[in-house]
């Protein structure tokens, strides 16, 4: 009994003692993971592994160079086109205007009978910006009336129970590409007039825009008092605009052209051509007012 007893106690001993833990079936080759309890990587240990792997390879770094080289090439290449078909100074030029400017010319774009100098201003050959110069088109104003009258309109719209995004939508993108197709017109005809003048796109763009103006305060004037002050204001704006367009721009001053029909190279009468754009100039002051109507008449019930 005493041997088994003892024999007990030994074989306790023994069973008492920790197994040593196996070896490892392979090697750690990484060398950039730090050991955790377990055998496992420390966080990020494998992030830091392939940045390292892709900083030290040639390969990869001449990779990111010949990318990093083709998109600045890219960028140059938009840049130049941008400049190519659009001119950044000249663009600056149209929307260089302070709030003086913006209430003088609102308040010329809708009571323009009083004004007495249309001539634009120069300095050195170079016309003055809009806010040293009232006669001087720009581009906010149409802009802020594009976007207004955008706004109105989803107000009329909803006052009616008939707002939805596609109908906004619609009518913001009708207002904008029938401005769009009146520039195009606008170019052809000056094109097939052969007309010498320093009119760019920009210019047109704006004079053709300032029907923002009016066809706000129509609707406007709609929504207060119905029907009838819709087609008050319709045709005030729309006269207002059509002077506003004959006296300032320099292709629609019908005085300057009769009078360049005078020379003496017309033989006391206009040239074929010096018609053709004098009916030009008519009929784009006179499509003002069919645009403002299109564009405006469905907001008003």
Known sequence: MAYHS??????????????????????D????????PGGYPAPGADVAFNVNHLIGDPMANMAMAYGGSIASHGKDMVHKELHRFVSVNKLKYFFAVDTAYVAKKLGLLVFPYTHQSWEVQYSRDVPLPPRQDLNA???YIPTMAFITYVLLAGMALGIQKRFSPEVLGLCASTALVWVVMEVLALLLGVYLATVRSDLSTFHLLAYSGYKYVGMILSVLTGLLFGSDGYYVALAWTSSALM???????PLFQVRSLRTAA????SMGGPTPRQRLQLYLTLGAAAFQPLMIYWLTFHLVR
Request: hydrophobic letters at 25%; a negative charge; zero cysteines.
């Open 6 to 27: 003892g024999y007990g106690a030994h074989g306790s001993k023994h069973r008492a003692r920790a197994a040593p833990d196996p070896p490892p079936l392979f090697d």
């Open 29 to 36: 080759t990484s060398g950039g993971y730090s050991s955790q």
């Open 137 to 139: 088109p720009d581009l």
């Open 243 to 249: 002077y506003f367009i004959l006296q300032l721009s």
């Open 262 to 265: 005078l020379g003496p190279d």
